[in-house]
């Protein structure tokens, strides 16, 4: 019997059953062509989402308008125009094709629409608070009907090409949720009003409209917004956003999934510090509210919440979107009781960033994404070489494991060697900082069990060093071994403390500290700081930003807090000397004394400057990936490892 009876029980949408409750739900991602058309690239990645065991596959949302004023992202897929049908027509088959329910979403995105013009529509001219969406104009009533018969006309196009069911966009300030908001729509004719039923007018026709086109027993379900954490500029209240779900049912809503917060929220809503199932309770409330099947993803990373859940009565499917970006196979070994091989994503949320930069979505934690219909990337499996070699890998940290993962995949004998007793490098650290930073280990303990499952071997307690290096019997060496503190560049009567001083063997630093070095590493271990205690800490930054590395979802908030909790923040300021009475620093030409009782050095650089002559002397090959190289981000050394996991497994010669 599974371990998930309700996960892996039938579902039931309108007349249509699903072979388990699990929906991949909708994401953009960039693939499909600058015009709207969609890609090779979209579809084979659509066909690995199937594949994967979901019973419900939704699309990225596709904008119905032909003047592209519902479009909000430079790759985002077209609905408008009976020219698109074919393409649409490939993802429903190739869901098709692997047993499951094809759902297109209708995604106008108003608020956040017009990528490719100079304005966006909204129900009210009010001013953006990010800076990437543009400048709003309010719509007339004519446009207003006409971006309903939009969606209309779009839904005949989608029914052609062969979907099973509809899905509208309602949430974080696309067209609908900004006309149901009494933040955005302040209008006072037939589309807007005091009352939250006033404002779900627009709404209410698109559903009738859509249901009216596909027919009554062609499933139509909507995601709306069940918490907007819009109370700070006047957002709707919980009551009034759990009636709109009430509303949209009596309209003829088939489902419900259920969404918190809007981009410009100023709260967080996906990000590693919100724990895992922490909305459920909103769920809870429309699920009480409601007669039709409630689904939601948010911070559902794992089977037994949303299993939980289900046997509780709170949700009648699980959305998963993130966590299928990491891993289209979760459902799959789900099932199959593999869940430590489920690539884990982290709420780094990085593929979401990347989309306001106009790139295709990219993963920390799985650099094969995009790629699943290119064999030589390996997401269905690598070909063995015929001539396998002896790969050393120095370091157990996740660019090391990546790649010793991958080498052995493709049929290399491999063996990782790391001076610890323990892997993970320098995410062991970064695990510390704060509230859910542990499920940063959650990747290294996959990585680990790749590695294992592949045949890799494992030394650990051995030091990396010249003598090492050269009497391993290797064919290949690759330098894994993270990044080195940078020292100061004089002597310091100040105690000098480092990220693993504090982190890793528990040092405490003096109250008054500065930490050199404003990238991740200082701001995380200013972070961690002052979640331990009371210190008056000043951060230097030589670049004129801090955090200049910082995923936007995580800068805001760190700067936030450090903010409030009186870090001093020192942009274009570097470290000039140091003294008993503190250190001297220098910005703009003039240099200062800051009063400290002590430093922690936060700046890294490579550290393997000697390798070249060391290795190539025992005629091996060599190579240095991750904070080796370059110290950079997680998701550059697990790129990193990958990438050349591949050419040395493709490497006849190697």
Not at 150 to 175: C, K, P, Q, W
Not at 409 to 418: A, F, Q
Not at 600 to 607: F, H, T
Request: glycine fraction near 10%.
């Amino acid at each position: 019997m599974s371990s998930y009876p309700h996960l892996f029980s039938p579902g039931r949408i309108g007349k249509l059953q699903s072979k388990n409750r699990i929906k991949y739900a909708a994401t953009e991602t960039n693939f499909p062509y600058g015009d709207g058309f969609v890609s090779d690239r979209e579809v084979t990645y659509m066909e690995a989402q199937a594949r994967g065991g979901a019973g419900i596959i939704t699309t990225q949302g596709a904008f119905p308008d032909k003047k592209g004023e519902g479009k909000g992202f430079r790759g985002m897929m077209s609905i408008a125009e009976d020219r698109f049908i074919p393409g649409l027509a490939r993802i429903a088959d190739a869901i098709r094709r692997h047993g499951a329910l094809s759902a297109l979403q209708i995604l106008h995105c108003g608020r956040e629409g017009g990528v490719d013009i100079d304005y966006c529509l909204m129900p009210s001219v009010v001013p953006q608070r990010l800076s990437y969406f543009k400048p709003p104009r309010e719509m007339t009533v004519p446009q207003i009907r006409e971006a309903v018969n939009d969606h209309i006309r779009a839904t005949r196009r989608a029914v052609e090409a062969g979907f099973n069911m509809i899905e509208l966009s309602g949430i974080v300030g696309y067209l609908i949720s900004s006309f149901i908001s009494r933040y955005t729509n302040k209008r006072t004719d037939e589309y807007g009003g005091e009352t939250i039923r006033e404002r779900c007018r627009l709404m209410r026709e698109i559903i009738q409209g859509v249901k009216a086109e596909a027919g009554a027993d062609f499933p139509v379900g909507i995601r709306l917004c069940g918490l907007e954490l819009l109370d700070d500029r006047g957002g709707n209240t919980l009551e009034e956003s759990i009636e709109s779900f009430r509303i949209a049912e009596e309209a003829g809503a088939d489902y419900v999934s259920v969404t918190v917060g809007w981009h410009e929220s100023s709260l967080p809503v996906i990000t590693r510090d919100v724990p895992m199932g922490h909305w459920l309770p909103v769920a809870k409330k429309v699920k009480e509210s409601v007669g039709i099947p409630v689904m939601m993803a948010f911070r559902q990373f794992v089977p037994s919440i949303p299993e939980k859940a289900m046997a509780e009565g709170i949700l009648d499917f699980w959305e998963v979107c993130r966590p299928m970006i990491a891993d289209p196979e979760l459902p799959r070994k789900i099932v199959e009781g593999r869940e430590e091989e489920i690539t884990p994503c982290i709420a780094c949320n990085i593929c979401f960033s990347r989309l306001y930069y106009h790139q295709p979505i990219m993963c920390s934690v799985r650099p094969n994404l995009g790629h699943e219909g290119e064999k030589n990337w390996g997401y269905y499996g690598f070909q063995k070489t015929t001539e396998p070699k002896q790969i050393a890998v120095i370091g157990g940290g996740p660019a090391g494991l990546q790649c010793a993962a991958v080498a052995a995949r493709c049929g290399h004998r491999v063996t990782i060697y790391e001076k610890e007793e323990v892997l993970g490098g320098a995410v062991r650290m970064a695990s510390k900082i704060d509230e859910g930073s542990d499920e940063l280990l959650r990747p290294i303990r996959n990585l680990e069990t790749q590695c294992r499952l592949a045949g890799v071997a494992f030394q650990f307690g051995v030091e990396c060093t010249p003598a090492m290096l050269a009497e391993l019997d290797a064919d290949t060496v690759v330098i894994a071994a993270g990044a080195e503190i940078s020292p100061p560049p004089f002597p310091s009567p100040l105690p000098l403390l480092t990220p693993e001083d504090i982190l890793i063997r528990g040092i405490n630093p003096p109250q008054r500290s500065v930490i050199v070095g404003g990238s991740g590493t200082g701001l995380s271990l200013a972070v961690f700081l002052i979640r331990q205690g009371t210190y008056g800490l000043t951060v230097l930054e030589k670049r004129r930003k801090v955090g200049h590395d910082v995923n936007p979802f995580y800068l805001w908030r760190y700067l936030g807090l450090l903010r409030k909790s009186r870090v001093r923040l020192m942009s274009g300021t570097k470290l000039a000397g140091i003294n008993t009475k503190g250190v001297l620093v220098q910005s703009e030409g003039k240099q200062n004394l800051l009063e400290v009782e002590g430093i922690i050095l936060a700046e890294s650089s490579a550290k393997f400057s000697f390798l070249d002559a060391t290795i190539a002397a025992k005629d091996k090959r060599f190579y240095i990936i991750g904070d080796a190289k370059k110290p950079r981000r997680l998701h550059n050394a697990i790129h990193d490892g990958y990438r050349l996991g591949m050419e040395i497994g493709n490497d006849t010669e190697n």
